[in-house]
Every structure is written in C-alpha cells, then in structure tokens.
C-alpha cells in the first residue's frame, strides 16, 4: 500500500501541489492508498498464547476504484514528518503500577450489560475533547495517575492544552511526550478530575465484533457511533514510519473524533480511533471506513513515553 506524508489546506484555499487535501483547516495525516487490497484471509487458530495466528501475505491485484485517501479524523491541526518526538517531561511518578488491560466478556458494567449503550454510559465519563492551540480532537483518561491518551496530529507543536471533560468542566493538561509513527500521544492532567477508562484487549476482537466510537465529530462532544470490526489485519503507514496493523471499523468516524476510543460493547477500549477513509482526495465526512490504532500497541508506546 502507497501512502502520502502528511498535508494541510492553505489558508489560502490553493492546495500545495505537493500534498493531498485532508479534513479540516489546516487538516492533519493523509495517506494515499494507490492500490486495494484483496480480501484478507481469515485469522488463523489462536496461538498457544491465545492469540490469533497472522495468516501468510498474499498476493494484492491493482484495483481500478478510486484511490482512497485516508485522512486523520480531526476539525484542525498540522501534522509534520519525521521520527518520534518527545515534548516535554512528565511530572508524575516513574514508579508505580502500569496500565492495566482486562479481558473481554468478564465485566457487567451497568444494567443491560453487553449493548451499546451499556458501553456507552461506561465509557463517556472517561473521554475528553482536546483543545490545542486551533486544532480539536478526542481523547481518554488513560490510569489513575492523570494520564490521557491521544493522537500525536491532535496536539503536535503544543506543550499544553486544554481537556473539556464530559461534566463540561475544563482542565489543563501538560503534554508528557508522543510518537508521530504510532501516532499516540500521552498528555497529564490533574488525576482528581479525571475518571480512568477499562482498558481492553484489542488481540481479542474479531471481524463482526460490535463496537463504539466515541469523540467529538465537529466539536460535538461526547458523540457515540455504533458499528463493527470490519477488519483488524489492515496495514496503514503513520506519520511515515513503517506500515503496520490497524483496526478497520465501519462505526462512524468524523473530523473531530482523532484520538478517542473505540470500545467494545464491555465498555472497554479496543483501539484509538486515528484515521477515515474518503474518495479520491475529497475532504468528506464518513463513509463508513475508520481506522484505529489498536489499544495493545498503543498502551505499550504510552507506557515508552511515560517512562522517558
């Protein structure tokens, strides 16, 4: 899969001859898709480890669709090339416990556990919509010691920001580090403010598995979509770095969502939700292709950052 560095929309509405339009003013990652791939084949039996064994590459055929422009699911933000980029240090402790992921299936979290909206009033009180310098975007209260995550285009150039928490009270929040090739960003904030979000396991989903996104599309905070796993054996490059494996759900993902969780109907979270697809370049909202970073990865790069 070909994929574009990231672009942005000039203020003066001409788009750089280099670059591809994304979503918002400025927009943040974009990436070209030249080619679609075959259907990928089903996942493998699980592993003495229980999890599911990655079936071999297969051939991939040159489509004659329109090229799919995956652009990152933010209202605004610029987003740069190069490695990963530590801003700033994080005054919590080093020491102490790590960020914990429990299994899928084992937690009622309310009345009418395992539906949409169970997940739903499980996961709103932990996720916040970002406000960094002009940009807006999603994110979740990570641990119990203030730590939130989110998209590394959501904040990257700031060293603070704001978080707007679902009460509609607002924090600051301290930038602790991020890495543009994962595209994780880990920022802390005041941990009696905050509520902590269950962390799942994104090696247990499964294709058809139902899901949630939850964000803040064109700053609507505290927005719920409902969808499934579509796949999570896709391969996408961010920020330039090397392709890797990402979550493809069809929960509806817009401008505004960069950074939030995708949950499985435990309300636990299974992923980051990063980036959307459009058609041929056009500056779109969802078209029922999203993407996210899956929270196993991520939850290890956040655990780097916060290490130093």
């Given at each position: 899969m070909?994929l ?16 591809w ?10 990436f ?86 169970a997940?739903a009033q ?6 916040v ?24 285009h ?6 603070s920001?704001?978080?707007?928490l ?8 301290t ?6 090739e ?7 904030a005041?941990?009696?403010?905050l ?10 989903l ?6 949630i ?15 499934i796993?579509s796949t ?16 493809q ?15 499985n109907?435990?309300?636990?979270v ?10 041929s ?21 956040a ?6």
């Amino acid at each position: 899969m070909s994929l574009m560095p990231p672009g942005h929309t000039p203020t003066s509405g001409q788009a750089s001859p280099q670059r591809w339009l994304g979503l918002g003013q400025p927009a943040g990652p974009d990436f070209l898709r030249r080619a679609l791939p075959d259907r990928p084949a089903p996942a493998g039996p699980p592993d003495s480890t229980g999890s599911a064994t990655v079936p071999p590459g297969r051939e991939r055929r040159r489509s004659r669709l329109p090229a799919l422009l995956l652009a990152s699911a933010l209202s605004g933000g610029l987003a740069g090339a190069g490695a990963a980029v530590v801003l700033g240090p994080d005054d919590a402790p080093t020491s102490g416990p790590s960020i914990v992921a429990q299994p899928p299936t084992r937690r009622a979290p309310a009345s009418g556990a395992g539906t949409e909206e169970a997940a739903a009033q499980t996961i709103l009180p932990s996720v916040v919509q970002i406000r960094a310098g002009r940009s807006t975007g999603s994110g979740f209260v990570l641990d119990d010691r203030g730590h939130v995550m989110t998209n590394h285009h959501v904040i990257e150039g700031e060293s603070s920001v704001t978080l707007q928490l679902a009460s509609g009270r607002t924090v600051r929040a301290t930038v602790v580090g991020s890495s543009e090739e994962d595209d994780i960003a880990v920022l802390r904030a005041d941990p009696q403010a905050l509520e902590p979000a269950q962390i799942g396991q994104s090696s247990a989903l499964r294709i058809g598995q139902p899901v949630i996104a939850v964000g803040s599309p064109l700053g609507l905070d505290g927005t719920v979509t409902a969808g499934i796993v579509s796949t999570v054996e896709r391969s996408a490059r961010l920020g330039g770095g090397a392709s890797q494996r990402v979550i493809q759900t069809d929960a509806s993902v817009n401008p505004g969502n960069s950074g939030g969780p995708l949950v499985n109907l435990d309300g636990q979270v299974v992923g980051v939700n990063t980036a959307i697809a459009t058609i041929s370049g056009r500056a779109s909202g969802s078209i029922g292709i999203g993407f996210a970073v899956p929270i196993d990865r991520a939850v290890d790069v956040a655990e780097e950052i916060i290490d130093g």
